[in-house]
């Protein structure tokens, strides 16, 4: 299966099961989350600012609150997308 030009990133990985990759479709952008506690959910967003308003929700101040670096690194990797 090809990805037809179809630019792909990886935000963040841990290992095989903990995962998340932005594909950038045109304007669209699918993001696969993957995790060994929940399976694999699919995003699509329609526009950069829809997907950073979504990422700094799922990566909130209070979920990592004792791991800000790791947090401010996953919204930088969103950002340069």
């Known amino acids: 299966m090809s990805n037809h030009g179809f630019k792909k990133h990886t935000i963040y990985k841990t290992d095989k099961w903990n995962m998340m990759t ?3 479709q045109g304007k669209t952008l699918i993001l696969r989350e ?4 929940w399976g694999e ?3 699509t ?3 950069r600012p829809e997907m ?8 909130s ?7 800000l670096e790791e947090r401010e ?3 930088t990797a969103f950002k340069e997308i």
């Open 22 to 24: 932005v594909e950038v």
């Open 34 to 37: 993957i995790s060994d506690q």
């Open 41 to 43: 959910e699919s995003h």
């Open 45 to 47: 967003f329609l526009s």
């Open 52 to 59: 950073m308003h979504w990422a700094e929700n799922r990566f």
């Open 61 to 67: 101040e209070e979920k990592y609150a004792d791991r």
């Open 73 to 75: 690194a996953i919204l």
